[in-house]
T-cell receptor, first 112, second 113 residues
Framework: AQSVSQHNHHVILSEAASLELGCNYS??????LFWYVQYPGQHLQLLLKYFSGDPLVKGIKGFEAEFIKSKFSFNLRKPSVQWSDTAEYFCAVKPGNTPLVFGKGTRLSVIA | ETGVTQTPRHLVMGMTNKKSLKCEQH?????MYWYKQSAKKPLELMFVYNFKEQTENNSVPSRFSPECPNSSHLFLHLHTLQPEDSALYLC????????????FGSGTRLTVV
């Protein structure tokens, strides 16, 4: 079965620190890749997505992600986090024609 | 407001009750989804509807019964639930297969007592 692995359950960072959240998937064919964010009490929002082309994808709020095909990875990065980035982050993979498969999520807490 | 509206936002029900969750999308999408979100677990896909036809049932117990009367509305009928069914139930919609991603509603927080 396809799976999406997010390595960190909870990450705690100070403001202005750099962020990298790992995501690996197990599907070997063509995939579309996504990162979603869920702020406390709010709905899941799309941060960024990758279909093809440049493997470095830029999203909203200064986030970016890099697709490394050889590593089956799609890690999320931000150079300098803010308190308002406190949220849960979900990596999702769409293998071919099948529905989105989500990882377990990573909770990010940014402290002043 | 995402364009996908779920009601109610919160629901507490007894194990013998019957209730329904409602989802409505105003985006002109033709596919709709039910996901279950539990703590420390990946979002679990429950059902997929495409042009009102159910295209996926992810081995969901029969105490959950979906209904999709048209491409804009999706229901999840609940009966004789168990406490472990307590979770956040998320509705999403997409255009066609959702290659560009899904749009999610805010969810219904369900507590079974």
């Amino acid at each position: 079965a396809q799976s999406v692995s997010q390595h960190n359950h909870h990450v705690i960072l100070s403001e202005a620190a750099s962020l990298e959240l790992g995501c690996n998937y197990s599907y070997g064919g063509t995939v579309n890749l996504f990162w979603y964010v869920q702020y406390p009490g709010q709905h899941l929002q799309l941060l960024l997505k990758y279909f093809s082309g440049d493997p470095l994808v830029k999203g909203i709020k200064g986030f970016e992600a890099e697709f490394i095909k050889s590593k089956f990875s799609f890690n999320l990065r931000k150079p300098s986090v803010q308190w308002s980035d406190t949220a849960e982050y979900f990596c999702a993979v769409k293998p071919g024609n099948t529905p989105l498969v989500f990882g377990k999520g990573t909770r990010l807490s940014v402290i002043a | 407001e995402t364009g996908v509206t779920q009601t109610p936002r919160h629901l507490v029900m007894g194990m013998t009750n019957k209730k329904s969750l409602k989802c409505e999308q105003h985006l002109g999408h033709n596919a709709m989804y039910w996901y279950k979100q539990s703590a420390k677990k990946p979002l679990e896909l429950m059902f997929v509807y495409n042009f009102k036809e159910q295209t996926e049932n992810n081995s969901v117990p029969s105490r959950f019964s979906p209904e999709c009367p048209n491409s804009s509305h999706l229901f999840l009928h609940l009966h004789t639930l168990q406490p472990e069914d307590s979770a956040l139930y998320l509705c999403a919609s997409s255009q066609d297969r959702g290659d560009y991603g899904y749009t999610f509603g805010s969810g219904t927080r369900l507590t079974v007592v």
